[in-house]
T-cell receptor
């Protein structure tokens, strides 16, 4: 399975933008890039996903490099509620599994 | 939000007893997953299903079995619970293998 690499932790200030990076140099052509987050004491929740083009939704934006070997999740204005562990995952192709790495722990300072 | 329900939400059981956790969905999603989450280990995949009666092992399947006799239910069974299986268990569903997944609220299992 293709692997992703994320920083262990990042810190941001409230109301500032946050850019969470993810490297996936072994991504295959059929892999979608998914982002999930897990707030304290809750189950993971879907944030956004994309294949090649940048994507926007009400929660975040996803910027995908032209060679697809990296991507960035963008939170435009961080709030205290965005403090969570963020996971970057590759899905699709012949891979039925949905496996999580350690993710990035985002701390948001007031 | 996808209709996904885990039951029970909390359970305390004794070592050696069988335990079954249920994941129920109302969305007709094809894929279903069971995870456990322990401090310091993150989410680890136990078993998954890609259709009725189609299941496969994940990273940490020893001591666990699953069954999916109908689309809406995915059961996780601990045949003989051990203290090392004390954990929070999450179920997830997805329509296809490249679509977004939705997670249940979790089941906190304590084996004493």
């Amino acid at each position: 399975d293709a692997k992703t690499t994320q920083p262990n932790s990042m810190e941001s200030n409230e109301e500032e933008p946050v850019h969470l990076p993810c490297n996936h140099s072994t991504i295959s052509g059929t892999d979608y890039i998914h982002w999930y987050r897990q707030l304290p004491s809750q189950g993971p929740e879907y944030v956004i996903h994309g294949l090649t083009s940048n994507v926007n939704n009400r929660m975040a934006s996803l910027a995908i490099a032209e060679d697809r070997k990296s991507s960035t999740l963008i939170l435009h204005r961080a709030t205290l509620r965005d403090a969570a562990v963020y996971y970057c995952i590759l899905r699709g192709g012949s891979n039925y599994k949905l496996t999580f790495g350690k993710g990035t722990l985002l701390t948001v300072n007031p | 939000d996808a209709g996904i329900t885990q039951s029970p939400r909390h359970k305390v059981t004794e070592t050696g007893t069988p335990v079954t956790l249920r994941c129920h969905q109302t969305e007709n999603h094809r894929y279903m997953y069971w995870y456990r989450q322990d401090p310091g280990h993150g989410l680890r995949l136990i078993h998954y299903s890609y259709g009725v009666k189609d299941t496969d092992k994940g990273e940490v399947s020893d001591g666990y079995s699953v069954s999916r006799s109908k689309t809406e239910d995915f059961l996780l069974t601990l045949e003989s619970a051990t203290s090392s299986q004390t954990s929070v268990y999450f179920c997830a569903i997805s329509w296809d293998r490249d679509t977004e997944a939705f997670f249940g609220q979790g089941t906190r299992l304590t084996v004493v």
